[in-house]
């Protein structure tokens, strides 16, 4: 047990680690381009703020938060998303009282106890953007287009992008009656999650995993059809805004979030070829948020994205993503009198921004060379008794397998001219 990590969770190991430093630069610079600036939040929050700010009801927290209490018996719970935590950061710094729309994006590590499968993990990782306090749908259209814009940048031009609208606490109220007297008649067919739920939250059962319950209520009422005027307008300049940009998106009447605070704009990405998991993220409108979590009344919009369904995405489409670098030079020290002196050059190089590396383990001249080859060194620095006498260096390439001398003083022009050509 102690050499393994716990279910759910896995290491990124350095030679892996490059493609998601790849994958974050590109989050953040597009989020940047966009306008959106980093924040960085606590990993836990109190308990308190996940139940109000993502909702009691909902999976997330009714089963799947790490939940636990610190020394002095608060409830804490490490974060299952990030929406809750900017909408706190949010309120507790007052940044809604400067310029709006205040526009954060995060990256980091979530927790969910979840049944792990492909692409999901209990500690997973998202991107995310939130935008606060403007109800203006061109601002739904730009967050659907920086998502959109991370996957171009990633290549991953093949995407279906579901949208829909869930109106708001008015029109949907009434919405929620509709849907309710048309299931009625026929909740004996509904599986017995739905019809524990459905007079609390009908709309729960129109995203139902179960084919089932949608054969049962085949021909209800939609939610588009029944949206007010304002809602419907938005809708309209919302689906406008992305239709002006070639954006082609699937108007899909089970897209639900069955939440009070979600309002208007809902939308998920799914990537063909991925699996059951096609879904890699989504978001929507949650004008309700910001007051529900303690904060003034202030509209938001928002999306995260799963950063392990979209490298399973990027490497399924056979993209190429960056292997770990590869060293520049290493020091062979021929024998350890000389091992002061190529600690000097090491350190010059690498103050030049050079990648080097020199032998730790009293390895012979000869495994210093393999050694050298395998960590995928291009050049080799040699070190001996006749360099050091007569202040020279001998520089192997190692592709080529020519050597060379060049004075001490000569080294870093060198080495830099040979690493360039090469
Ligand atoms: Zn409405
Ligand atoms: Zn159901």
Redesign the pocket.
């Known amino acids: 047990m102690l050499t393994k990590a716990p279910r759910g969770t896995y290491d990124i190991l350095p030679g892996d680690s490059s493609k998601w430093h790849y994958i974050e630069s590109i989050m953040k610079e597009t989020a940047e381009v966009y306008g959106y600036r980093e924040i960085r939040v606590p990993i836990f929050e109190h308990t308190e703020l996940f139940q109000r700010g993502v909702g009691e009801t909902t999976d997330i927290v009714s089963k799947e938060m790490y939940t636990f209490n610190d020394k002095s018996g608060r409830s804490l719970t490490l974060r299952p998303e990030g929406t809750a935590s900017c909408a706190r950061a949010l309120i507790e710094h007052s940044s809604y009282a400067g310029l709006l729309p205040v526009k954060w994006y995060y990256i980091g590590p979530m927790f969910r106890y979840d049944r792990p499968q492909t692409g999901r993990y209990r500690q997973f990782h998202q991107f995310g953007a939130e935008a606060f306090g403007s109800n203006n749908p061109y601002l739904d259209g730009e967050v659907i287009m920086l998502l959109l814009e991370v996957l171009a940048r990633l290549g991953l031009e093949e995407y279906e992008l579901h949208l829909n609208s869930v ?2 606490p ?3 109220g009434q919405y929620r009656q509709r849907l309710i007297d048309f299931i009625r008649p026929y909740q004996d067919n509904l599986c017995p999650d739905c019809q524990a739920r459905y007079i609390n939250n009908p709309l729960r059962v129109l995203d139902c995993k179960n084919e089932t319950c949608h054969q049962a209520i085949e021909g209800y009422p939609t939610l588009a059809a029944n ?2 005027e ?2 419907l307008n938005h809708y309209d300049q919302v689906k406008g805004a992305l239709a002006q940009q070639g954006i082609t998106f699937i108007h899909d009447d089970k897209l639900v979030r069955g939440l009070d605070y979600y309002t208007n704009t809902a939308f998920e990405i799914h990537i063909p070829g991925i699996g059951a998991q096609s879904a890699v993220g989504g978001g929507g409108r949650y004008n309700g948020l910001v007051e529900q979590c303690g904060g003034p009344d202030l509209p938001g919009i928002g999306f995260a994205l799963g950063i392990e369904r979209l490298l399973l995405a990027v490497e399924q489409r056979g993209e190429k993503l960056p292997s770990p670098p590869e060293m520049d030079v290493f020091i062979a020290v021929m024998d350890s009198a000389y091992e002061a002196q190529g600690m000097k050059i090491l350190q010059m190089l690498r103050g030049a921004g050079i990648k080097a590396e020199k032998d730790y383990n009293n390895r012979k001249a000869r495994a210093q060379m393999k050694f050298a080859d395998k960590i995928g060194a291009r050049l080799v620095i040699l070190l001996g008794e006749e360099e050091v006498e007569k202040g020279f260096i001998t520089l192997r390439n190692m592709r080529t397998k020519e050597q060379f001398q060049v004075a001490e003083s000569d080294m870093l022009r060198a080495v830099s001219r040979t690493l360039l050509i090469d």
């Open positions: 109106g708001c008015q029109c949907r949206l007010c304002n809602c």
